[in-house]
């Protein structure tokens, strides 16, 4: 574990394993400490990982400065600098699929492999649901996952998740209401696999579809889950690896 210094902020960065490095972005909201913690993924076991907290989340110290997607993807890059990767691979969930997408076409020849997680382009590729309404628990379990039966069980487990730090997630709420990279995809280089859940309804499968219909070559895969189908469909960490591996 390390602290890397960029222009408004340190960052709290953890990293785990041994292979070929690989920035792993958590979504909104999210800290190491709630549980995807670099040695705690299935990547581990095959990548050399490096997450960090976003700027004013988890461990990580933030100004009073509102920051833009453009600030978080230069945050990712930072981290890879402070480790001497030139060259890397990607995966980004959620939020951290924006932040992902941003900085596969602002330094496309630095990524060499990019996964899409459960994420949204904006503009014309559609927008994740707009989280800076605040949604309640009810109204969160029910586009996590959109069945009925499944966002139910969900509802224990929103109603007492604990409330994420602020300001930096307010400030991370109004960066992603700003995203919008609709247009800069086909700047994407790496080879992208794009991942949803078929009964998401934060980033709802089609926008997964505009995203990989906009990035040249990209290859599109739907699981048995909602915004959280990495954890409801055994395939989709095996198929993340395999696409990570391929040479």
Same mark, same amino acid.
């Given at each position: 574990?390390?602290?890397?210094?960029?222009?408004?902020?340190?960052?709290?960065?953890?990293?785990?394993?041994?292979?070929?490095?690989?920035?792993? %972005?958590? +979504?909104?909201? #999210? @800290?190491?400490? =709630? !549980?995807?913690?670099?040695?705690? &993924?299935?990547?581990?076991?095959?990548?050399?990982?490096?997450?960090?907290?976003?700027?004013?989340?988890?461990?990580?110290?933030?100004?009073?400065?509102?920051?833009?997607?453009?600030?978080?993807?230069?945050?990712?890059?930072?981290?890879?600098?402070?480790?001497?990767?030139?060259?890397?691979?990607?995966?980004?969930?959620?939020?951290?699929?924006?932040?992902?997408?941003?900085?596969?076409?602002?330094?496309?020849?630095?990524?060499?492999?990019? %996964?899409? +997680?459960?994420? #949204? @382009?904006?503009? =014309? !590729?559609?927008?994740?649901?707009? &989280?800076?309404?605040?949604?309640?628990?009810?109204?969160?379990?029910?586009?996590?996952?959109?069945?009925?039966?499944?966002?139910?069980?969900?509802?224990?487990?929103?109603?007492?998740?604990?409330?994420?730090?602020?300001?930096?997630?307010?400030?991370?709420?109004?960066?992603?209401?700003?995203?919008?990279?609709?247009?800069?995809?086909?700047?994407?280089?790496?080879?992208?696999?794009?991942?949803?859940?078929?009964?998401?309804?934060?980033?709802?499968?089609?926008?997964?579809?505009?995203?990989?219909?906009?990035?040249?070559?990209?290859?599109?895969?739907?699981?048995?889950?909602?915004?959280?189908?990495?954890?409801?469909?055994?395939?989709?960490?095996?198929?993340?690896?395999?696409?990570?591996?391929?040479?």
């Amino acid at each position: 574990m390390t602290n890397v210094n960029v222009p408004g902020a340190s960052l709290y960065v953890e990293r785990a394993g041994a292979g070929p490095p690989l920035l792993f %972005v958590n +979504g909104s909201g #999210s @800290a190491l400490a =709630d !549980g995807l913690r670099p040695a705690t &993924l299935p990547v581990s076991r095959h990548f050399d990982v490096a997450s960090w907290d976003h700027r004013g989340l988890g461990e990580s110290s933030s100004d009073d400065v509102p920051v833009t997607m453009a600030d978080f993807a230069a945050d990712a890059l930072a981290v890879a600098d402070s480790l001497g990767w030139q060259a890397f691979s990607v995966f980004g969930v959620s939020f951290g699929g924006m932040v992902a997408q941003e900085l596969a076409v602002t330094a496309p020849s630095r990524v060499v492999r990019l %996964v899409l +997680g459960c994420t #949204s @382009a904006g503009g =014309d !590729g559609g927008s994740s649901y707009p &989280l800076h309404e605040r949604p309640s628990p009810e109204v969160m379990a029910g586009i996590v996952d959109t069945r009925p039966e499944v966002a139910g069980s969900l509802l224990e487990l929103f109603g007492a998740r604990p409330t994420p730090k602020e300001p930096g997630y307010e400030r991370q709420l109004q960066a992603r209401r700003a995203h919008d990279v609709w247009d800069r995809l086909p700047r994407v280089t790496a080879p992208t696999l794009v991942q949803a859940g078929r009964f998401d309804g934060i980033a709802p499968p089609d926008n997964s579809r505009r995203i990989a219909s906009r990035i040249p070559g990209a290859r599109l895969e739907t699981y048995d889950g909602g915004h959280a189908f990495y954890f409801q469909d055994e395939r989709a960490w095996a198929d993340a690896v395999a696409f990570l591996q391929e040479v």
